[in-house]
């Protein structure tokens, strides 16, 4: 049996920015964006090329949720997009206007940068050595 994970939920505050930053800034194809009712959509985003895990981008429902945006993991580090080439996408990420919290550097599993995205989620780009 092969399983495999799906969607991850990140919850954001609005459907249309969330697509616009992981469109144009990160180069993520647009899967799905299907309208469920007045408000709800079911939004799929995935870097270029992959075919496992997506992002179903959730719009935040209530205070609780609201709150949760950009910290859904506490402070850490909370999705890690895995490339074939650091410095291409780095660049290129940068040109987009992406903001990097640190410069990269490299650790004995890859070369490795935290960037975060317009609504606080901390972000790993990481070349794998």
Sequence with gaps: MKQ?????????????????????KLGFDL??????????????????????????LALAAN?????????????RVFLFLETDDFDRDHQAMLAAGVTFLEEPRVEPYGKVAVFQDPFGNKWDLIERA
């Excluded at 899967?31 to 179903?56: C, F, M, Y």
């Excluded at 205070?63 to 402070?75: E, P």
Aim: net charge negative.
């Design 63 to 75: 205070d609780d949720q609201r709150a949760a945006i950009g910290n859904q993991t506490g402070g």
């Design 4 to 24: 495999v994970i799906g969607a991850l939920a990140l919850v954001v505050p609005d459907y249309d920015l969330a697509i616009a930053f992981y469109t144009q």
């Design 31 to 56: 899967i799905e964006n299907t309208r469920l009712s007045d408000g709800k959509r079911w939004v799929l985003v995935a870097p270029r090329g992959s075919t496992e895990t997506r992002l179903l």
